[in-house]
C-alpha cells in the first residue's frame, strides 16, 4: 500500500452514491507535504517525458498541478470554467459534464498560453467518468500540442473513465486506484498498482 492510500484510508470518508470525500487532506483542506510526495510520484512516472507544462483544470485540480510543477520546473495552465472580464484574446473551448457537480460546463483556456510547441502533462484530483480529462484533452488537441501524459491521484477505477482514457493510447498514471468503496461499511479496497 503506498502512501496516498494509507491517507485515503485513514481520513477519507466514504458516502453514498459512490462518493469519496477526501476534503480534509485534498480538495477543501490542502495537505501541501501530502502534495509534494504527490508532485515526486508524478515527477518519478513521467520521468522520461519531456514536459514543459502542465494543465488542470479549476479548481481542486490547481493546487495539486502547482506543487507537482515545481518538481519538473515549468508552468501550470489552469482550465477555467467561467469565462470572465478580464480572459483577452483567442480561447481554445470544451464543454466537460462534472460527476461531482452533475452539470455540465464549458472549460476555457486562452490560445495565449497553450500552443503547437507545446508538451503538456494533464493532472488532476480524481478520474471518475472521464468527461473532465477528454476536455482537457480537446484543449490540447485543439492548440496542437502533445499530451505527454496525465496523472491523477485519485481514480475509481470501477467506473469507464480510466478504461476509456488508457484505450486512447495515453499513459495514464494514477496514484490510487479505488476498485470498490462500500459507504454501509465504510470500506476501501484497492486495485494493486501494475494492473491498471
Known sequence: MNFLEERILKDGIVKEGNVL???SFLNHQMDIALFDEI??????????????K?????????????VAAQHFHVPVVFAKKA?????????????????????????????????AKDHVLIIDDF???????????????SA???????GIVIEKGFQSGGRMIRNLGYQLESLAIV??????KGTIVFREQGNE
Open 144 to 150: 496542437e500540442a502533445a499530451v505527454e501524459g496525465i
Open 179 to 184: 476498485d470498490s468503496m462500500d459507504a454501509e
Open 127 to 141: 478520474l471518475a467518468n472521464g468527461c473532465a480529462l477528454q476536455g482537457l484533452i480537446q484543449l490540447v488537441q
Open 21 to 23: 470525500k477526501v476534503d
Open 39 to 52: 508532485g515526486k510520484e508524478f515527477k518519478r512516472r513521467f520521468a522520461g517525458k519531456n514536459i514543459n
Open 83 to 115: 469565462k470572465s472580464i478580464n480572459l483577452e484574446g483567442e480561447m481554445y473551448v470544451a464543454e466537460v459534464e462534472s460527476f461531482t457537480h452533475k452539470c455540465k460546463n464549458q472549460v476555457i483556456v486562452a490560445q495565449k498560453f497553450l500552443s
Open 54 to 66: 502542465i494543465l488542470t483544470i479549476e479548481a481542486s485540480g490547481i493546487g495539486i498541478a502547482c
